[in-house]
């Protein structure tokens, strides 16, 4: 299988500030829809989804993966990493923000909780409201993503 570049178009995605298990923060990003995330009164609209509640009803897992900085292209993940987490494909590179130096973009098949931990054991929490592309935009000492739990 050929392996494709990754496209950023940041005009096209919609960013959310988040904090990292250790309190630091990152950034999630999802390509904008004309459904995608709205807020009305400050509230999101996604949070009291029924899809979100399905995600919170799903097996909970954990699995060790080596995803190690890269360039920008994608990377298929393996067949128990499919089956166990739901994500087809990701990309982890270099990214040149003015705020944060890593990018991993990944595609799931199913509604997920997400949480990715690096190397020194920080963890980054992604809620995947829909099937499709995600954004996550950190800074790590050791960037690599070891373990994936959802």
Known sequence: ???????IDDDN?????????????????????????????GVDLYARSETLQAAAKKNHFGIQVHWRVGDAKWNYTTGDVQTTTAIIRYSLCEYSGPKYSYLLAFTNTEHYHYHFEDETGDRYSVHTFRNGRHYLRYNSAKPTILFITG
């Open 1 to 7: 299988m050929t392996q494709q570049l990754l496209a």
């Open 13 to 41: 995605i919609q960013w959310r500030i988040a904090k990292s298990k250790n309190g630091v923060s990152f950034e999630i990003g999802v390509e904008k829809l004309e459904d995608a995330i709205e807020e009305v009164g």
